[in-house]
């Protein structure tokens, strides 16, 4: 059976219970470790390495990406929450930089994205961002209008994360 980490950073709480409810729907038959990257001592051992994180300017949040440069020799997954819609423009970005954020002697296996809750605080702050005013007003409006992931992406995020384990 192989050995699946998925190590996690969560400021509101959505990439965790994403990665929760995945990992439930995943059933038996599947050996993964759902940690805190803050947790995480060694990555010897691991077939898949998956980092999941909060999605900040269209890239991993800081302290996920400190963690993803130690991933070395791995095969290598993300997850990653996000105010806006995973089909839409800035997801595009996110998934079109994800690959650069493994290191090269990783093998990159993909990425899942789905919605996560902003911060109120934060989406409030939006409004004093230093942009024009319409790139603004679509920053705090995708804030506002954010919700949390919903069943249908847990299942999705689990279907992911089969299919790459499956093809390990």
Known sequence: MKKILIA??????????????????????????????????????YDLVVPAFWVDRATANRAAKKFIKQIKNKNVAFIATLAADPAGEHAAKVRQHAPSLADQSNIYKGIFLA????????????????????????????????REPNEAEFNSCAQFLKEIIDAL
């Open 8 to 45: 996690y950073s969560s400021k509101t709480g959505n990439t965790l219970k994403l990665c929760k409810n995945a990992v439930a729907l995943l059933g038996d038959g599947y050996d993964v470790e759902l940690k805190t990257i803050d947790e995480i001592n060694t990555l010897e051992g």
């Open 115 to 146: 919605r996560g809750k902003v911060d109120p605080k934060i989406a409030e702050r939006t409004k004093f961002l230093p942009l024009g005013k319409k790139l603004k007003d679509r920053i705090y409006e995708s804030s506002i209008n954010s």
